[in-house]
């Protein structure tokens, strides 16, 4: 397989997008968290005039959730890609790894002291809660977590289904989005 080292995408951040859409492209090397603070200054300047403080808000956090996920939980290589259209902004966190996400079992169920004192864990149920949509992808060679935030001026729908067949298929650790690719 060919593909671009993470170390020379690092260098290749881009703005500049098709069909008027804007992109930003950044690899992350293994395990380095500090990582995270980086992509989410990258993506508030990307949504900088784009989007209300309080979905960029909720965009850096989801980002940073994933990010961290990928960091923590393969110990390899990601690539984040966040690309803001017309629809709003979607943003993908690919990981090299071949174990898929494991979402922590709902909010709803009364919380142990245990559960309480953890610090980890509630990355996924984050993005189920705040995103409009939000799925796996399966690759060849790992895979990509994304989630989509479709109106940049407003808080997330109210609509119990937003989460859409693909978050509700990775919550049940089922194949995803149909892509093998």
Do not use: I, Y
Request: some cysteine; glycine content about 10%; hydrophobic content about 40%.
């Amino acid at each position: 397989m060919n593909r671009q080292p993470v170390s020379e995408l690092r260098s290749a951040r881009s703005r500049a997008g098709r069909g008027g859409d804007v992109r930003l492209r950044c690899g992350l090397d293994a395990s380095d968290l500090r990582s995270v603070p980086e992509v989410r200054r990258e993506l508030r300047e990307l949504l900088d005039g784009r989007a209300e403080r309080d979905r960029c808000a909720v965009a850096e956090l989801l980002t940073s959730e994933l990010v961290a996920n990928a960091l923590v939980h393969t110990d390899r290589e990601a690539v984040v890609t966040a690309v803001v259209s017309g629809r709003g902004l979607r943003v993908e966190v690919r990981d090299f790894a071949e174990r898929g996400p494991v979402p922590r079992s709902s909010p709803v169920r009364e919380e142990t002291e245990a559960d309480r004192e953890r610090t980890h864990g509630r990355g996924l149920l984050l993005v189920r809660a705040l995103a409009d949509a939000w799925g796996v992808r399966a690759h060849e060679v790992g895979k990509s977590v994304w989630f989509e935030l479709t109106d940049l001026a407003a808080g997330p729908t109210d609509d119990p289904t937003a989460d859409g067949a693909a978050g509700e298929a990775a919550a049940r650790g089922l194949p995803l989005d149909g892509d093998a690719a």
